[in-house]
């Protein structure tokens, strides 16, 4: 299925033509009525929609878009991509600013942006940079810039970098009404080079620029023909002097095809590429990486490392943003290599060695710790559980609630809670039950009000002195539950980190993939042991362990 997210904060022109039948359009119209008409010479918005929902596009369409609009609006597109996803198109059309942050679209109206206005309620490109990462020579992304009124504040800067765009993506850019009518055009492709398109409107193109990009494949509409700017009988020359260009790509390359082509047919896209070797310090750089043509699974694959050896990413997607980039940034300068933020093949064999030995070291204090730590363990329960009372036990669980024998004492401790129950009086054991349902300090203290000589006492007393110790760590379980959620494991994903428990001998229970309170447990036993934050819940510094005790075994 094909997808096109056209935002406009300025203007769009689109003209009719014939879509396949399961096509996408979103519009977010942020501009004059007026100034649509007069560069396409369609009526309104409404018009451009029905025009598109009669030759069986899907339309969505919001105008005059404020800053949660917009984003509700891509939500909307960017949710309903999946598997069957053919090309994807975005089209953002308006006033661009760009922070240390990143580059924002501004919503309607924003004609004197403070740099917190446009953090909180400007569109961010990274937010389309993800989107269109996952679909590698399959997206386009047109920017068109409309010149705003004024000067712009410290910390903010009219110009849109080009830097980060992701491998396998085609960014075209120029003035919002070539981007206009470059999609007007587009809206009549039907599978063929829509990269002529782009040029014959004056559009730089940057990003990922092939000899040809076929995109939008629609019914039998033939592609427009594009006259060259060049005359014929030097278009054979101009063709072989870009290729020459392209394949140097470098600054003297274009400059010597601009020298013999002021105005060719490549002219645009070669001062474009002039203007990201000028502005990447490390041009050279970033296209070693490129060409290295790296998959999603290998750069989590260097992320991972990157963390193991302490070097934050902010994540492990396989996307290199701005995180990734300052790690890798670190990683160089700690080892003597030139901080471009972009790595070659001998660099990645290079940090891949480091964290294995980093894994190794870090595997063997984990094992030294856990001895240790069991060797307390088992001296502490020789003076308390091993006694076989219930105050041993209760002082056992406190020390040690994930211990060697904190299964045997929990066992002990909820048959001695069994017996008391059955030889307690019925009003008593419901309002026990009553504080064991809630589980909370003050239904614990109610009993004790209620029940000041009752059978369960000492466990209130317990409970109470758990919560009045442990607030931290309670609300520690909170948001580690939330950090697991967002790590979006899946069922097979839960049974790897299970299997993985287990083979450390750390008792997860049943290998199933639902995380049980044994395998709550094992998990805290493995963090604990590496001094990671001990929650019994999976985060990132968790996993990124995990998978590298497995490859060491």
């Known amino acids: 299925m094909k997808r096109l997210a056209f935002s406009l904060s300025a203007t769009l022109a689109l003209t009719t033509s014939v879509w396949a039948d399961n096509s996408d359009l979103l519009i977010i119209g942020n501009s004059d009525p007026g100034m649509l008409q007069r560069l396409t010479g369609t009526a309104d918005f409404e018009g451009i929609e029905t025009a598109f929902e009669e030759r069986g596009a899907e339309v969505s369409l919001s105008i005059r878009a404020d800053g949660d609009a917009m984003r509700d609006a891509f939500r909307g597109f960017a949710n309903g991509l999946d598997a069957t996803t053919s090309d994807i198109g975005v089209l953002l059309t308006g006033r661009f600013v760009s922070t240390i942050a990143g580059t924002y679209l501004l919503p309607n109206g924003m004609d004197a942006p403070t740099l917190a206005e446009v953090l909180t309620d400007g569109f961010p490109l990274d937010t389309v940079y993800a989107v269109a990462a996952e679909y590698p020579g399959q997206a386009l992304i047109v920017l068109g810039e409309v010149d705003g009124e004024g000067d712009v504040p410290d910390g903010l800067s009219a110009t849109v970098p080009l830097n980060d765009i992701p491998q396998g993506v085609t960014v075209a850019i120029g003035p919002a009404g070539d981007a206009a009518r470059f999609v007007s055009r587009l809206s009549m492709a039907t599978g063929e080079d829509i990269l002529p398109l782009a040029r014959a409107e004056g559009l730089s193109l940057t990003g990922f620029v092939p000899r040809t990009l076929p995109l939008?494949?629609?019914?039998?509409?033939?592609?427009?023909?594009?006259?060259?700017?060049?005359?014929?009988?030097?278009?054979?020359?101009?063709?072989?002097?870009?290729?020459?260009?392209?394949?140097?790509?470098?600054?003297?390359?274009?400059?010597?095809?601009?020298?013999?082509?002021?105005?060719?047919r490549f002219a645009g896209e070669a001062r474009q590429r002039l203007a990201t070797i000028r502005s990447e310090p490390f041009y050279r750089e970033k296209q070693v990486e490129s060409d290295l043509a790296l998959s999603r699974d290998a750069r989590r694959e260097i992320q991972r490392d990157l963390s193991l050896l302490g070097y934050n990413t902010r994540g492990i997607d396989g996307i290199f943003g701005r995180g990734t980039r300052g790690a890798v940034t670190a990683w160089q300068t700690a080892n003597g290599l030139t901080a471009s933020g972009y790595l070659g093949a001998d660099q990645i064999a290079r940090l891949d060695a480091q964290a294995e030995r980093r894994a190794a070291e870090l595997e063997e204090e984990a094992r030294q710790r856990q001895a240790q730590l069991e060797r307390q363990d088992r001296t502490f329960w020789s003076e308390t559980g091993a006694q076989g009372d219930e105050a041993g036990f209760r002082a056992y669980l406190k020390r040690f609630p994930d211990g060697i024998y904190a299964e045997d004492a929990q066992d002990r401790l909820e048959a001695i809670e069994d017996q008391r129950r059955a030889q307690a009086e019925g009003e008593d054991r419901r309002r026990w039950q009553i504080a064991r349902e809630t589980d909370t300090e003050a239904g614990y203290r109610a009993y004790l009000a209620e029940r000041p000589n009752g059978a369960f006492v000492e466990e209130a007393r317990a409970r109470i002195d758990y919560f009045a110790n442990n607030s931290e760590q309670i609300a520690l379980q909170d948001r580690a539950q939330s950090d697991e959620a967002a790590l979006g494991l899946n069922a097979a994903a839960r049974r790897l980190a299970e299997a993985r428990l287990a083979d450390l001998g750390l008792k997860p229970g049943?290998?199933?993939?639902?995380?049980?309170?044994?395998?709550?447990?094992?998990?805290?036993?493995?963090?604990?042991?590496?001094?990671?934050?001990?929650?019994?819940?999976?985060d990132q510094a968790t996993v990124v362990r995990l998978m590298a005790d497995t490859i060491l075994r």
């Open 510 to 538: 049943a290998v199933d993939g639902t995380f049980d309170k044994d395998a709550r447990r094992a998990i805290r036993r493995y963090q604990d042991a590496r001094k990671l934050r001990v929650s019994g819940y999976l």
């Open 216 to 264: 939008f494949a629609g019914t039998d509409v033939t592609l427009p023909q594009i006259t060259p700017d060049v005359p014929n009988d030097r278009s054979v020359e101009d063709a072989t002097a870009w290729d020459r260009a392209v394949a140097a790509d470098t600054e003297a390359g274009y400059d010597t095809y601009l020298a013999a082509f002021p105005e060719g």
